[in-house]
């Protein structure tokens, strides 16, 4: 870093050589760099005003306010040639008030259809985004906002690349969510007298309101869809097609009917699909040690077990004690080593709480023979210590010794046997045998179909023990049915141990109660029959991120098949019809096809009001009194999984496979995953090309956001401000939208009120960007353009940089990475331009002549960096872009001839590959000058400080370098072909003399440093007052003031400028 020398003594002390003093500095400028050009984004802090949003405080605005200072001394002079100042102008105001000005935009927007308009309009493909339906149930929350926001990005951009972009938004409408509100607000009278079409009727109407509320706020956030036409999946049409795409997997023989165990939730009285169910921290439930006494053993383990026999038992260990009644089978892990181990008491002790809950002395107490129990072999130390005996092995195994013997059912006393299970059988902990229940859970269900065990379910749709649990029947089994099939066990001395074991454990995700497995009749779609070529399918998708695939991947091989039934109301029916006497369901492709006929034109509310007779194709209608009407729903993730099909297949304009999802990652279990089933059985191919995927919103901290933590943060009230305006301001649909665009959504993204002050900050640079552009193009027309050869080198460089940015920003909008383009965007706007170029070009502008080649060559680099601009920042923040083209002070016309009314009439354009062409030396040369003119400035900042000058137009700097190449370069950029390329005009100063030796001046420069640039040069810098008087129009300092008789106040430059304009009467009069 330059180090710049301060006088130890004043200036009026001379004697002291600064320059010696800055040698003994030069250790520190070794390490040079322009690094305060290069601060990570959110350091800024800029100060904004008025006219100058950007420039550093002590800068030079001479013109401006000289002609501010209206009531002051010089007034008189000033007066003389404000007229000749272009101060910058525009209708487009600094604060956005965007509570006002935002809906005015949509409202123009949708007068004008502008969405659609330019959709049509537009020549390049189709570009679809499948919108995954919201449920339609509450208010919006951040996780709505952000994934809507993100997808309107995307829709804008496509648009501005000349797609044409279709966006249908969707709802998700049925399911048990909407059914319990809906029998929530009735009393137990009005419950009682219900029927299902009234339940349906109330649930349709509260689905529809909501919707109305969730689209309202949607289109708040500035989204673009077509609103007036969405997809609800309550709609017939949608409805129909849902049937269709059930018809086309049960016809390809996907869909059966099962008595398999599923996740049941009593609370809900229903099956639930593994989405639907959520696993809270700390669940805990009672786990018991039994045994099952032995009576049989097979002819393998004859001799090994025979001396044994008569007093043999199988340890086992379940925690889920209520599924014993239901036992039918013990498992082993034919590959795992078992032992046969005698049971002996351990002396007493008193300080071992073990003694107490270890049920098994009290079994050796009322043995007169020495129990023996087998258990895998790897356990034994570690059950002898839970279980506080002693356990010696008299015998090992194998466990496919084990199969075939048999034991006593500890409950009916039914003979059951061993059998080989999988995997799932380890020593992590248990026994090493598995109790087997088949009616209770996945694992043993597929035991049970190997070994044609019975697939008992003695347990009601409440959880509460049926007959077939003899004794239990009635109690509950998450409650007292538990407790008193424990109590029966140590009752009958089958009971080892039972103590608490804290778990996952599956809970119902709406009623937050714990479910369980239960053997029901249910309809299966069979994933085993597609689930490859689903594999495949997903191979084909672009997954982004990446790590998305592993996911989905893993999710799909691991999953059992889709219980796609449910016995509630609110739904789309599965449209079978079932035989009185035999039970057989009937379902064939000609009775779906009428069924599908009905539910397109009267909805599904027909399978409740309409007669077999009705609903029956006509040759089964004399059987109609045979049938039965099924009464089961679908699962909603089948509704919402069927929308490719109802929506992209059935749609004018709209195919398969769309071209984006994006929804948030829990979705790969649930819509990305439905919707590729389905897709996959009916037509063997994704329904998506591309998948996106977001993380969840949290809070500032990183927490998860709830009522009780008072972390919410509302969409609304971030758009429209909360009820305290000084902590909860409304920041507008447009900050939303940029803190969407901020965040790296493919993880779990942050905010919070530090956050989005920051987000409102950074939206006032744009916006102060776009002001300036249209403040100083207020007398702008596109035909006073200067051809690109005729610019300056500044401008030309100005070019390049915008063109490389634009370039940077459009591939990253092709690759989805927003927060890429808020972080280029942002450095760009501060460091390019409101610390460079537009610093700079303030003195061009102002009091560089109107009509002049400097200023119209200034202009020309506005206009450009206006339509760049707001092209690029237009998809994320749609109002600020709109509200600036609309204050445009010229009409843009399009190429077809036709005038621009909105910015998004605009397209992006080809690159200009001629503003990208400046040569790699030129490019660098320019980075080299901007690194000087930081070291220069803060040398002149030092000065500053020590009061030498006020403004930096009141000093003149010197440059010395002892490198010939760089020493000739800076000579000729103060003698610069075009003003705005000379040195003084890029630092500001009035003037700057390119020194040939040190010795010339460093006696008499009292401010100086040097620093080593990047490439290495040591540049010295000097700074004293400027030479000559100050001139009264622009306020440099030039030795021409005072040479001019007419005019003994201006320097030769605004000399010249006047002579170009009319004086203004008054103004002469004044003279
Ligand atoms: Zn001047």
Redesign the pocket.
Same mark, same amino acid.
Request: proline share 0%; with cysteine; charged share 20%.
């Given at each position: 870093m330059v180090v710049a020398v301060p006088p130890f003594f004043s200036s009026l002390s001379p004697r002291v050589r600064p320059s010696a003093l800055s040698r003994r500095n030069q250790l520190s400028f070794n390490k040079t760099s322009s690094l305060s050009l290069f601060l990570p984004f959110g350091l800024y802090h800029t100060e904004f005003r008025e006219f100058f949003p950007f420039g550093l405080k002590q800068r030079a605005h001479g013109p401006v306010i000289s002609a501010k200072k209206s009531s002051k001394g010089s007034k008189q002079d000033s007066e003389m040639y404000k007229h000749t100042i272009d101060l910058p102008k525009t209708t487009f105001g600094m604060r956005a008030n965007s509570i006002v000005r935002e809906p005015e935009i949509q409202k123009f927007w949708e007068d004008n259809d502008v969405f659609k308009r330019v959709a049509e309009k537009n020549t390049g493909e189709t570009f679809i985004l499948h919108d995954g339906p919201p449920y339609a149930n509450g208010k919006l929350h951040m996780g709505h906002a952000l994934n809507k926001i993100l997808k309107d990005i995307i829709n804008r951009y496509k648009l501005l690349q000349n797609y044409k972009v279709q966006f249908i938004p969707g709802w998700d409408c049925h399911g048990l969510p909407i059914e319990l509100k809906v029998l929530q607000s009735m009393d137990q009278a009005a419950r009682k007298d219900l029927t299902p079409l009234t339940l349906r009727e109330l649930a349709a109407k509260f689905a529809k309101e909501t919707v109305d509320v969730q689209m309202k706020s949607f289109k708040r956030y500035g989204v673009w869809a077509d609103w007036s036409d969405p997809y609800l999946t309550l709609f017939p049409e949608y409805e129909a097609a849902q049937i269709e795409v059930f018809g086309q997997m049960a016809t390809k023989g996907y869909i059966y009917r099962g008595r398999k165990p599923v996740h049941w939730s009593p609370s809900s009285h229903t099956a639930l699909a593994e989405a639907e169910l959520e696993y809270p921290d700390g669940h805990v439930s009672k786990s018991i040690y039994a045994i099952f006494k032995m009576v049989s053993t097979s002819s393998i383990s004859h001799d090994v077990l025979k001396e044994f026999l008569s007093n043999l038992c199988l340890a086992i260990w379940t925690t889920t004690p209520w599924t014993i009644p239901a036992n039918a089978a013990v498992a082993v892990n034919p590959g795992l080593v078992y032992a046969v181990a005698e049971v002996h008491s351990v002396i007493e002790d008193t300080s071992s709480s073990l003694g107490k809950r270890t049920k098994l002395r009290s079994i050796l107490k009322n043995e007169e023979k020495k129990p023996f129990i087998i258990i895998a072999s790897d356990l034994v130390p570690a059950l002898e210590s839970k279980w506080g005996v002693k356990l010696v092995i008299k015998k090992t195994f194998l466990g496919a010794a084990l199969e075939n013997c048999r034991y006593l059912h500890p409950l009916d006393g039914k003979e059951c046997p061993v059998v080989m299970g999988g995997d799932y059988i380890n020593t992590e902990s248990g026994t090493g045998l598995v109790h087997t229940a088949p009616g209770h859970g996945l694992e043993d269900y597929m035991t049970g179909l190997k070994y044609g065990l019975s697939i008992l379910s003695p347990v009601d749709d409440s959880g509460n023990f049926t007959e077939e649990a003899g004794q239990f029947n009635g109690l509950n089994v998450l409650g007292d049915g538990n407790v008193a099939v424990v109590k029966y066990l140590d009752d009958n001395m089958l009971l080892i141990l039972e103590e608490p074991y804290k778990h996952k454990y599956p809970y119902d995700w709406r009623t937050k109660k714990p479910t369980i497995f239960r053997a029901t009749e249910q309809w299966f779609a069979s994933v085993v029959g597609f689930r490859q070529a689903a594999m495949d399918a997903i191979n084909m998708v672009n997954w982004i991120p990446p790590q998305a695939e592993n996911r989905i991947n893993a999710m799909t091989a691991s999953r059992s098949d889709w219980c796609i039934s449910r016995q509630r109301i609110w739904g789309v029916p599965i449209p079978v019809f079932y035989h009185v006497d035999t039970k057989e369901p009937l379902i064939t492709e000609e009775t779906i096809s009428h069924i599908k006929a009905i539910i397109s034109k009267k909805g599904s509310d027909a399978w409740w009001y309409m007669s077999n007779e009705e609903l029956l194709p006509e040759k089964f209608r004399s059987n109609a009194s045979k049938y039965q009407k099924g009464t089961d729903t679908m699962d909603v993730w089948f509704d919402s999984g069927s929308s490719w099909a109802a929506v992209l297949g059935k749609r004018e304009g709209l195919s398969l496979p769309a071209d984006l999802y994006l929804e948030g990652t829990d979705q790969h279990r649930g819509w990305f995953q439905s919707s590729l089933l389905t897709s996959v059985a009916t037509t063997g191919k994704p329904p998506y090309s591309c998948v996106v995927t977001h993380g969840f919103v949290l809070d500032e901290k990183g927490l998860k956001m709830s009522k009780s933590l008072g972390n919410v943060v509302d969409p609304e009230i971030i758009i429209s401000g909360g009820l305290n305006i000084k902590d909860e301001p409304s920041y507008g649909a447009d900050v939303l939208r940029l803190w969407v665009s901020s965040v790296d959504y493919t993880g779990d993204v942050l905010i919070g009120p530090q956050i989005l002050r920051q987000m409102s900050d950074v939206y006032r640079k744009f916006r102060g960007t776009l002001r300036y552009l249209l403040s100083n193009l207020h007398d702008w027309n596109p035909g006073n353009s200067i051809a690109y050869d005729d610019l300056p080198k500044i401008d030309q460089h100005a070019m390049f940089q915008l063109e490389n940015v634009v370039k940077i920003v459009e591939d990253c909008y092709d690759k989805y990475q927003f927060y890429k383009i808020f972080q280029i965007l942002q450095r760009f706007a501060i460091v390019d331009l409101s610390n460079f170029y537009f610093d700079i070009a303030k003195d061009r502008l102002y009091?560089g002549g109107s009509g002049s080649f400097t200023r119209r060559s200034c202009q020309t680099v506005l206009a450009a960096h206006f339509f760049s601009i707001i092209r690029m920042i237009a998809p994320i923040m749609p109002h600020l872009a709109e509200d600036a083209w609309q204050n445009l002070p010229f009409e843009h016309v399009l190429d077809n001839g036709s005038v621009a009314r909105s910015v998004f009439d605009l397209r992006w354009s080809d690159l200009n590959e001629r503003w990208l062409s400046m040569p790699a030396s030129d490019a660098d040369f320019w980075t080299s000058i901007l690194e000087l003119r930081n070291e220069v400035n803060k040398v002149l900042e030092v000065a500053r400080g020590e009061k030498l000058i006020g403004s930096s137009l009141e000093a003149k700097v010197y440059l010395h370098t002892s490198d010939a190449a760089t020493n000739s370069r800076l000579q000729e950029m103060c003698g610069a072909m075009h003003e705005a390329d000379s040195l003084h005009r890029i630092f500001i100063t009035s003037q700057v003399e390119v020194l040939r030796c040190l010795d010339e001046v460093s006696q008499t420069v009292q401010y100086n440093g040097s620093y080593i640039s990047q490439a290495n040069i040591e540049i010295w810098i000097g700074v004293s007052l400027a030479d000559g008087l100050k /001139?009264?129009? /622009?306020?440099?300092y030039?030795s021409n *003031?005072g040479m001019f008789s007419e005019h003994p106040t201006? /320097?030769s430059?605004?000399?010249t *400028?006047i002579g170009d304009i009319q004086p203004l009467k008054a103004s002469a009069q004044v003279c």
């Open positions: 009091v /001139c009264e129009r /622009c306020w440099n030039s *003031v201006l /320097c430059r605004c000399f *400028v």
